[in-house]
């Protein structure tokens, strides 16, 4: 069973930016979507960004458009989300997950603990 743990986080001023890792454990990283949530205080998690098995594939939010990047690195069996202009709105625990692909969200499982963001205005 994989497993998924995240770091990164922190408390950074609105305009700032932050990157998140995830590293996971086992051998089939490659084989794999990944893809980064969020959940903030009193909502539902909600899907940020997902990558393709070899990176060829980004998906986004809207709300995350243009300021947050998605990339992967199989060697090191990692996926990284840069957050660049942070928004006190994105402040939230982010949590790393993987899924089959891109196209399927609603597939994507296998959470680390998170990591906790917290942007000040």
């Known amino acids: 069973q994989v497993q998924l743990v995240e770091s990164g986080g922190g408390l950074v001023q609105a305009g700032g930016s932050l990157r998140l890792s995830c590293v996971a454990s086992?051998?089939?990283?490659?084989?794999?979507?990944m893809g980064w949530f969020r959940q903030a205080p009193g909502k539902e998690r909600e899907f940020v960004a997902a990558?393709?098995?070899?990176?060829?594939?980004?998906s986004y939010a809207d709300s995350v458009k243009g300021r947050f990047t998605i990339s992967r690195d199989n060697a090191k069996n990692t996926v990284y989300l840069q957050m660049n202009n942070l928004k006190p709105e994105d402040t939230a625990v982010y949590y790393c997950?993987?899924?089959?692909?891109?196209?399927?969200?609603?597939?994507?499982?296998?959470w680390g603990q998170g990591t906790q963001v917290t942007v000040s205005s």
């Open positions: 997950a993987r899924g089959r692909t891109v196209a399927i969200i609603a597939d994507f499982g296998s």
């Open positions: 086992g051998r089939a990283f490659s084989n794999y979507a």
């Open positions: 990558i393709s098995w070899n990176g060829g594939i980004k």
